[in-house]
Nanobody, 116 residues
């Protein structure tokens, strides 16, 4: 069983910044892709950003230009830098890892609340 451990969530004012971390034991290079998803109350879980083993990235339109996903293979950690946060970014953020052919793993989630 793969364990993904998220951290870095919290309460921030609109316009503020947070950095989420997702630590994975072993080597994150064993995953074909890793990413962040979020789920707001009453809504479906949605993609925020992904990064492949070759460091290609993909972002939801709603976060482009504000969020940056990155990876540190030496620390076995993936990050999500979130700037210019808006109240609509409030959600539980989940780390995800995919390993071919069928591996699909989730962290426990970390709450991000954007409010004044």
């Amino acid at each position: 069983q793969v364990q993904l451990v998220e951290s870095g969530g919290g309460l921030v004012q609109p316009g503020g910044s947070l950095r989420l971390s997702c630590a994975a034991p072993g080597s994150i290079s064993s995953f074909n892709a890793m990413g962040w998803y979020r789920q707001a109350p009453g809504k479906q879980r949605e993609l925020v950003a992904t990064i492949t083993i070759s460091s290609s990235t993909n972002y939801a339109d709603s976060v482009k230009g504000r969020f940056t996903i990155s990876r540190d293979n030496a620390k076995n950690t993936v990050y999500l830098q979130m700037n210019s946060l808006k109240p609509d970014d409030t959600a539980v953020y989940y780390c995800n890892a995919k390993r071919a052919p069928f591996g699909n793993y989730w962290g426990q989630g970390t709450q991000v609340t954007v409010s004044s």
